[in-house]
């Protein structure tokens, strides 16, 4: 009986991210905060290294959205397929560009991909809309050659979204912590008043962060495991005020920047006692 009511909520979660992410669409690649240059050449220094330690024959973006894995990778690798279960997304990615690259429509914890076809896998800020992102572990697991690499990033840290859920909207706060207090415990709001979203869909669809409360290094740990995954290693992005250092007008941007980087490696050395000031948490994990 829980076996069943768990598939109807996989199937439910995945009904309400076809919902809201075919009205954000449109607005996506501009809404997004990953879409910012900094996190575009964040990311792109994390794929090349990917690719030159695995292989850059072919990638595997699953939940790739309208396209933000896919726009970076294409210049570094042969071919790409790109899955994702709302079309409306799939029909916003440009497909234009030096690499082969085939869109699929398609529930990424059943899709059918080639056994071992894969040097790269990834899943970008994508897991936690998922309600059991097991079937998609599994996924990815099979689609890798040996010695391929699953990539995932910018996923709820659990231990931030537990601090910010405990803090009391409207008290006298620092604007960086208000501005967290909005987009992390009232972004449903937001979403609604913007986009006509109903705050129970967007929600459902948002499960690993609205109803979850984000991902702990060592249940991702676990699942990997489960799914045969070896050489897991975790990294933590993102602190709090960081886009307020990397944006402050007092300095100039290039300053901004490397004042920031600065203070990420401080608190990376303090990891695990820091690990609840970074939002966002990713991995990498080796078949």
């Not at 397929?81 to 709302?86: A, I, P």
């Not at 897991?127 to 040996?146: E, K, Q, V």
């Not at 991702?220 to 045969?228: D, I, K, S, V």
């Not at 920047?257 to 948490?281: C, D, N, Q, W």
Request: charged share 25%; proline share 4%.
């Amino acid at each position: 009986m829980a076996a069943e009511h768990g598939d109807d909520l996989y199937r439910e979660v995945l009904r309400a991210n076809v919902e809201l992410h075919s009205r954000l669409a449109a607005d996506y690649s501009s809404c997004e905060p990953h879409f910012r240059p900094e996190n575009v050449a964040r990311v792109e220094g994390r794929l090349r290294e990917l690719f030159a330690s695995a292989g850059s024959e072919r990638l595997l973006d699953l939940g790739c959205g309208t396209g933000f894995i896919i726009s970076i990778a294409k210049p570094y690798v042969r071919a790409i397929t790109g899955v994702d279960v709302t079309q409306a997304m799939l029909d916003r990615v440009d497909t234009s560009g030096p690499a082969r690259i085939e869109l699929h429509n398609h529930d990424t914890g059943s899709f059918p991909a080639a056994d071992a076809g894969y040097d790269v896998v990834t899943a970008y800020s994508f897991l936690h809309h998922l309600y059991d992102i097991g079937p998609t572990l599994r996924t990815a697991f099979r689609a890798l050659r040996p010695g391929g690499v699953l990539y995932a990033d910018l996923e709820p840290n659990f231990y931030f979204w537990e601090g910010v859920g405990a803090l009391e909207r409207g008290r006298a706060y620092d604007p960086i912590v208000q501005r967290e207090i909005e987009m992390v415990t009232y972004k449903d709001e937001d979403i609604a008043s913007k986009f006509g979203v109903d705050q129970e869909v967007f929600n459902k669809a948002e499960y690993g962060k609205s109803l979850a409360g984000g991902f702990k290094e060592e249940d991702l740990r676990a699942q990997l495991e489960a799914a045969g995954f070896r050489d897991i290693a975790f990294d933590y992005s993102w602190f709090l005020g960081q886009g307020y250092l990397i944006n402050d007008a007092g300095y100039p941007r290039a300053e901004g920047l490397r004042l920031a980087e600065v203070a990420a490696g401080v608190l990376h050395k303090a990891l695990p006692l820091s690990r609840g000031i970074f939002k966002y948490l990713g991995f990498t994990a080796r078949k």
